[in-house]
């Protein structure tokens, strides 16, 4: 037991306790009823968690950002996530003295990446392989690998996805896929996604069936999955230069 009677979080058996530093929400003083504004500087706004008895949002999808209007009287919490990855908790402090915000969050500097590298691709070294396929090859190599290199980087956030990734993705829905990592090269730009298969049946990948008009190549380590078995799927577009 720990000096205050409760349980001693060592000896638990949960796989995690709390750690207080992590996750402090930033909180700021809005009026009750009134709408205030909350955005990123260089980073969008991709989805809110909040109660809706407390918070009504409104989200302005072509800035990136939400309009916000506490509803009571008490402590509102919300919890935005964005394009880079990142997951900010919000708490919103109804005060009647307090005038509409705009509220503009930034990364704290020396603040960590949440990602290994965002670069422009355009600063990547030309790949050496040989032909086409020999660059292909070596592209989806070193994404299954983890393993980046003066020409092939894992992305800091992964872009927007293009068309033909976006309809492979909803292909694979019954696999409940979910993008692991997104890579880029001078040519190539690429993501991991890992599929599960939670039916009875086994169930067999149809490659070809993901591609696309910008799709180059699909790769997968197996296609053949049981019940209970994951895979990874590789997916390579041509590089836009970013």
Not at 96 to 109: E, M, Y
Not at 202 to 229: H, I, N, R
Request: proline residues 7%; aromatic residues 6%.
């Amino acid at each position: 037991m720990a000096a205050d009677g409760s349980a001693d979080p060592e000896y638990s058996g949960a796989p995690y306790v709390r750690a207080e530093e992590s996750a402090k929400p930033l909180s700021f003083r809005v009026p009750v009823e009134k709408t205030s504004l909350i955005g990123f500087a260089g980073d969008r706004v991709q989805s809110a968690v909040y109660d809706k008895t407390e918070i009504d949002l409104r989200t302005d999808s072509r800035q990136g950002q939400v309009f916000v209007r506490v509803l009571t009287d008490v402590p509102a919490s919300l919890y935005l996530s964005t394009e880079s990855g990142a997951t900010v908790p919000v708490t919103l402090i109804p005060d009647p003295k307090a005038q509409p915000q705009t509220i503009v969050l930034r990364r704290a500097q020396g603040a960590a990446s949440f990602g290994t590298d965002s670069r422009s691709a355009a600063a990547l070294a030309p790949m050496p392989a040989s032909d086409h396929e020999a660059a292909l090859k070596r592209f989806v190599r070193h994404a299954a690998l983890g393993e980046e290199s003066a020409d092939i980087m894992k992305r800091a956030a992964c872009p927007p996805p293009s068309a033909s990734f976006k309809t492979a993705l909803e292909r694979l829905a019954p696999l409940n896929p979910k993008v692991e990592s997104c890579w880029s090269s001078l040519s190539f730009k690429g993501a991991a996604v890992r599929i599960k298969n939670s039916r009875l049946a086994e169930m067999k990948l149809a490659l070809p069936a993901l591609a696309g008009p910008t799709v180059l190549a699909v790769a997968a380590e197996k296609t053949d999955l049981t019940f209970g078995a994951s895979t990874t799927v590789y997916f390579v577009e041509a590089s836009d230069g970013r």
